[in-house]
Each structure stands twice: as structure tokens, then as C-alpha cells.
């Protein structure tokens, strides 16, 4: 059956006009979270128990800014020793041999189950144990005498207490980075002649860093806090700067804020290198954005739509 041919549809059909759902709840939670947030940081700002005029005196001295050297000395020294051991531990733990992964298991069950406070006082204190460090023939003659109390100093004994536990949860980041690759790969190495050590450098490793950025760099903000702890032996870091000053002037409340200040100085740029450190071993995998980019990608999209 054919239509007549005045009834037969002529020209394109229309456009159809998509309307984007409205969220209006979105921007009503916006608004008062803007709210509440300018609310806060005016009631900080106006209130003078803060001690403002101190954190301002006291924020670029030289005793806070030389405790920040010491804090960020602390940082890298223990996050070098923290991955180079714990790559090592890791290799160790998926080592076939069992008294090596047996041994790679108990350091990771002694460290990780032991505070890391206790750790790094009981570091400060083994000259108490061992008054001497010797090196020499196992059971024999020594060569090399150490005194313990010019060894261990509390820059070493706060360097050990946070490397060596570091060691111990890397080593776990590692190992889970490595059993996410394919075991296929591995096993198409070792088919074209190359060794364990060679296969674990040149094929494991490096697929495997896109899984131990992101907690690395976690590990790594985290340990640049956790340096305050060794201001339990006396070591000039940026909260014992702080608290030898409010010791002092009494200024306890202020001086508290100018740590917390300069810690989240520190690591907003920390997560900003993070960041782009992940991006970089994350190419490609789906890109994440910085909140820049996100907002002119949705200008974009709405421009589109208008237009």
C-alpha cells in the first residue's frame, strides 16, 4: 500500500532538543558548604586567641626554619633507606628459597608490629646495650672498633627508627606491586634467556610502578609527620623547634599553628608532586585531572550543549 503524495513526510525531520536534568539539590549543597566554609575561616581569622600577631612574628625564624631542614633531612634520608630496603624485602618475600623469605617475613612482622616511637627511642638507647660495635671474622678477631655513643646520635638513631620501620611497609607495597604484573610476561622473559635479577629490572619493576606510586607517595607525607616523633630525643626537627620556642615565650597555642602551617605548606607540594608522578607512570590508563583542568572541561561541555 503506497501513500498518497501529499501525505508523504518531506525535508529532515526536526532536531530534538536535549535538556540536561537539573540538579538543583547540587547546587543548594554547594551554596551552604561555601557558606559554613566562609563562615569558619572568618571566625579564625577575627579571633584573637589564635595569636595571630605571633604566628606572623615567629613564622620565617631562623630556629622554626632551620627545624624544617632538619624535618625534611629526616623525610628523604628515611624514605631512601624505606624503598631501597623494601624493594629488597619484597624480592625476598617472593624469593622460592624459604629461610630467605622466612627471614624477609619475620622483619616485616617485628617492625610492622612494634610502634615506631618504641622503635626510634629504643635506638637512641642500644648504646645501652651495645656500648661497642666491632667488625672483624664471626667468632674471632675483630679489626674495627665503633663506641657506640659517637655512632649512634640522635640524628642516626631517628634516621634508623624511621627507615627501618618505613622498610618494613614498603616492602608490603612492593610485593603487591609485583604480583600485579602478569606472570606471563615473567615467564616469556625467562623463555628469551634472561635471569631472575635482569627479568625483575628490566620487565617486573617498572610495569609495576604504576601500583607503587600512589601508596609510595602516601608513605612519603605520611613519613614527613611522622619525623615529629623523634622530638622525644631531643632532635631539633620542626616540632621540637616549636616547642623549645613556646617553652619559652609560653605561646603554645600559636606556635602549634605554626607547625601545623608549615606541615600543610609541606605536603600540599608533596601531593602536587604526587600527583603528576602518578600521572606520568599512568599513561595509558585513564588520566586523572587536576581540578583546573575538570573545570574547564565542564566549560566546554556546557559551551557545547549551548551551542
Request: a positive charge.
Amino acid at each position: 500500500m503506497t501513500l498518497p503524495e501529499e501525505n508523504v513526510p518531506r525535508g529532515r525531520p526536526a532536531e530534538i532538543k536535549a535538556v540536561p536534568v537539573r540538579h538543583y539539590g547540587r547546587w543548594v549543597a554547594a551554596v551552604l558548604i561555601l557558606y559554613i566554609a566562609i563562615w569558619a575561616v572568618y571566625s579564625v581569622a577575627n579571633n584573637e586567641r589564635f595569636g595571630w600577631d605571633t604566628i606572623n612574628a615567629w613564622f620565617w625564624d631562623g630556629t622554626i626554619l632551620d627545624g624544617i631542614v632538619m624535618t625534611l633531612e629526616l623525610t628523604v634520608i628515611a624514605m631512601l633507606m624505606g624503598v631501597v630496603g623494601g624493594i629488597v624485602l619484597a624480592v625476598m618475600r617472593l624469593s622460592p628459597n624459604p629461610l630467605i623469605s622466612g627471614v624477609a617475613w619475620a622483619y616485616v612482622w617485628v617492625f610492622r608490629g612494634t610502634p615506631v616511637l618504641v622503635q626510634i627511642i629504643l635506638w637512641f638507647y642500644v648504646k645501652a646495650l651495645i656500648p661497642t660495635f666491632s667488625l672483624g671474622i664471626p667468632f674471632g678477631p675483630t679489626f674495627v672498633h665503633f663506641n657506640a655513643n659517637d655512632l649512634i646520635t640522635a640524628f642516626v638513631a631517628g634516621c634508623l627508627g624511621l627507615g627501618l620501620n618505613e622498610a618494613a611497609y614498603m616492602s608490603e607495597i612492593v610485593r603487591a606491586g609485583i604480583l600485579s604484573v602478569d606472570p606471563g610476561q615473567g615467564e616469556a622473559a625467562t623463555a628469551l634467556g634472561m635471569s631472575r635479577a635482569k627479568i625483575m629490572r628490566r620487565v617486573v619493576l617498572p610495569q609495576a610502578m604504576r601500583v607503587i606510586i600512589p601508596p609510595t607517595g602516601n608513605e612519603t607525607i605520611s613519613m614527613l609527620k611522622t619525623s615529629s616523633l623523634v622530638s622525644v630525643i631531643a632532635l631539633a626537627d620542626l616540632l621540637y623547634s616549636v616547642q623549645i620556642v613556646y617553652n619559652r615565650t609560653y605561646q603554645t597555642i600559636p606556635m602549634l599553628l605554626v607547625a601545623s602551617i608549615w606541615y600543610l605548606v609541606m605536603t600540599s607540594i608533596l601531593t602536587v608532586g604526587q600527583f603528576y608522578l602518578e600521572r606520568y607512570f599512568g599513561r595509558g590508563t585513564a588520566q586523572r585531572q587536576t581540578m583546573l583542568e575538570r573545570f574547564v572541561a565542564n566549560l566546554r561541555v556546557r559551551s557545547g550543549r549551548r551551542a
